[in-house]
């Protein structure tokens, strides 16, 4: 018996496309159970006595957490907490899932577990208070950070470029000074899979994961977004695709400040021995790279 929380989400829907059909997954919609609410936490989790909780509800919108801090911290900080307390209640597991957003950026190679946090936005701070509540609360707990999410679901990077595409624009103004890896969601999902199939053997803490595979340079917001053009063009060569002008961060200033460096090393994740010889190694040589065509052809085709 699994819980989901977040399930409606990108990365949920792609955990739901992937999870295993001998588990029996629960995933209720945020309207039949808002995390922010400890009692109806508790109540639900009482009830169906999960044999692993995994938490991918997140409120993400990381400029509008500027102004809406109650809902940020609601969601990503007591929500958390929530979850955390009733899977102790119960002896559940839990899989929480975080933000390279709790780091602020100051690194000159890619963040890992022991590195000092430092957010510096709403998002990142409440972010980074779940991780402590959740470890506070369950100390079995493991918590995963990724970083740049896109996927065929949702609202994601890849998805806004498209569609301002598909809207006639002729140039688009794309900060080139923020570095990171992207990740498919698809990817993070198999991660969580293959941890929780074999929680028994994951040691309890903080990992990372993102799409880098072998690739050690991350890319700009820029990169990624003339990647995505790329694969349109191979799809739709008869479009037109919008000119990319690249531009810093002081050009193009947004509500939240974000991190200009923000990259993950998964070298700590890598270690995770599942048992029988077995490890994540497979899963951690795919790069976004070629899950981007993929994608960019399914949305494309719902146009």
């Not at 998805?159 to 570095?179: C, E, F, S």
């Amino acid at each position: 018996m699994v819980l989901l929380t977040g399930g409606s989400g990108q990365l949920g829907r792609c955990l739901l496309d992937r999870m295993p059909s001998a588990w029996q997954v629960v995933a209720p919609s945020r309207h039949d159970l808002d995390i922010s609410n400890a009692p109806a936490v508790h109540s639900v989790v009482q009830a169906l006595r999960p044999a692993l909780i995994i938490n991918a509800a997140a409120y993400t919108g990381v400029d509008q957490a500027e102004d809406d801090v109650e809902a940020a911290y609601d969601i990503n900080a007591h929500g958390a907490q929530n979850l955390a307390q009733a899977a102790a209640r119960v002896d559940a597991g839990m899989l929480h899932v975080s933000t390279d957003y709790v780091f602020d950026g100051s690194a000159d190679r890619p963040y890992t577990e022991t590195d000092a946090t430092e957010p510096l936005n709403i998002y990142g701070r409440s972010k980074l208070e779940g991780e402590t509540a959740v470890l506070q609360a369950l100390p079995q707990a493991v918590i995963v950070r990724s970083s740049w999410l896109f996927s065929e679901y949702g609202q994601n990077f890849v998805r806004t470029m498209l569609r301002l595409a598909a809207n006639g624009v002729g140039q688009l103004r794309v900060v080139d000074d923020q570095l990171g890896f992207p990740t498919y969601g698809g990817d993070l999902a198999d991660v969580l899979i293959a941890l929780a199939s074999h929680m028994p053997n994951v040691a309890p803490g903080v990992y990372h994961y993102c799409g880098a595979g072998d690739e050690t340079r991350p890319v700009s917001w820029c990169e990624f977004a003339q990647a995505v053009f790329n694969c349109a063009g191979q799809v739709s060569p008869s479009l037109q695709w919008p000119v990319l002008l690249p531009v810093s961060s002081s050009d193009y200033p947004t509500a939240a400040t974000r991190p200009v460096f923000s990259a993950l090393s998964c070298k700590k994740l890598a270690s995770v021995e599942l048992g029988n010889g077995q490890g994540l190694s497979p899963l951690l040589h795919r790069t976004w790279r070629a899950a981007l065509p993929r994608v960019v052809r399914q949305l494309l085709a719902r146009r």
